[in-house]
């Protein structure tokens, strides 16, 4: 993680620490260099650790802009966008999630072919034994060639006059979206990106055509304790080893509840798989959160919430025919499966009659959305 970042969370060059896994803090604050940072992190030929470092010096003037309170301009903008993107990539928790997810995913291919005769078990147990470790450096070029898909995402900056503090992690950049749970990518429709960048302010990229509360405004203040303690659990959940702040009493929130909703979460982020031993689909689940509490910048309106999780879709921001398509042969697809027995009403919580004007619903609001 960029020293500049950590830096924000220091009080004479240290911070507290709590071990995740433990809900434990360390006695003392410790020196800040001497964490989240590992040697050759994106590779011995040193291309992309020059490289951030020259990103980060223009990242790390944009950011410091917005914690003393200066005017930003475009350049700025995009430089926050890009910081918030590539640091979600960039951290030891994303890589090992991601290397793992991989790692799995060829093991379960592995394992139908044996099933198909097409592999031994010798062969199988040479490929488990030399698993791939992926480097961050291989997740950030992949980033690069679809950044600019975040440029329509609007920033909104949010400072807490509270008497809790924000509080970070090994793994700040927390991505939601409550429109549709599981869509998390960077074109993604309902998209909420958001990270403490100092214990007062917070860093918010959101689609702005779904969620209005805030769309007049670039930065607003805020006396809320209730969303700085949320706000702290995200960070708490996310947090891949380690939570840190500027001072210990802000990390004494997390209650057996708290670590319980960690491991839940945590529990869900490997792959998932269907089908008979030699014929499955297999799917990567994302760093979802599951956390049971709204955000100020992140409601829903009311016409969204009314329509049925199950009649939404994981639709793109930029209009796409294909997508178009997609909400019209579900709306006729749907309802009927769901009279035919074919899908249990009560599996998803709305009968072939709401399943129809649900879909309706949809295509209705994505057209809007899209502005066709």
């Known amino acids: 993680m960029p020293k500049f ?3 924000n969370f220091c009080i004479d060059n240290n911070f507290y620490i709590l071990l995740a896994d433990e809900n434990k803090i360390i006695d003392k604050a410790v020196p800040y260099k001497n964490q989240c940072y590992e040697d050759y992190f994106y590779g011995e030929d040193e291309v992309w650790e020059n490289k951030l470092a020259c990103y980060e010096r223009q990242w790390s003037l944009s950011v410091r802009k917005i914690i003393m309170g200066d005017k930003l301009t475009e350049e700025d903008y995009d430089n926050i966008r890009k910081f918030v993107f590539y640091q979600k990539e960039r951290t030891y928790g994303s890589n090992i999630h991601k290397t793992n997810q991989i790692n799995e995913s060829r093991l379960e291919c592995l394992k139908m072919a044996v099933n198909m005769g097409k592999v031994n078990e010798k062969t199988l147990k040479y490929i ?29 900056i949010i400072k807490y006059d509270t008497t809790l ?25 309902g ?3 958001f990270l403490p960048i100092s214990p007062n302010k917070l860093l918010v990229l959101y689609d702005s055509k779904m969620y209005k509360n805030y769309n007049e405004f670039d930065y607003i203040e805020s006396k809320s304790e209730y969303e700085v303690e949320v706000l702290n659990k995200f960070q708490f959940i996310s947090a891949e080893k380690i939570v840190f702040s500027e001072s210990s009493l802000n990390l004494n ?6 670590l319980r909703l960690r491991k839940n979460n945590r ?8 089908g008979p031993e030699d014929r499955k689909l297999i799917g990567l689940m994302p760093r979802v959160i599951s956390f049971p509490y709204e955000l100020s910048f992140a409601q829903l309106p009311s016409k969204i919430k009314s329509i049925p999780l199950n009649c939404r879709e994981n639709l793109l921001r930029k209009v796409d025919k294909k997508c ?22 009560n599996d998803i919580s709305c009968s072939s009659k709401e399943a129809k004007k649900g879909c309706k619903e949809m295509l209705r609001f994505a057209k809007k959305y899209w502005k066709i």
Not at 128 to 156: A, G
Not at 166 to 187: E, K, Q, R
Not at 267 to 274: A, D, E, P
């Open 5 to 7: 970042y950590l830096k």
């Open 128 to 156: 488990i034994d030399n698993n791939k470790i992926f480097k961050p450096s291989e997740h950030i070029e992949i980033l690069e060639k679809v950044i600019f898909y975040v440029d329509d995402l609007k920033i909104l």
């Open 165 to 189: 503090k924000l509080i970070s992690s090994d793994m700040p950049v927390i991505t939601i979206n409550p429109f549709y749970p599981d869509a998390l990518g960077v074109g993604s429709m």
């Open 191 to 193: 998209l909420v990106v």
């Open 253 to 258: 929130k997390f209650d057996d509840n708290c």
């Open 267 to 274: 529990s869900k982020w490997g792959i998932v798989s269907f």
């Open 324 to 345: 178009i398509e997609k909400l019209e042969n579900k709306m006729k697809i749907l309802p009927l499966m769901i009279r035919q027995g074919i899908i249990n009403q």
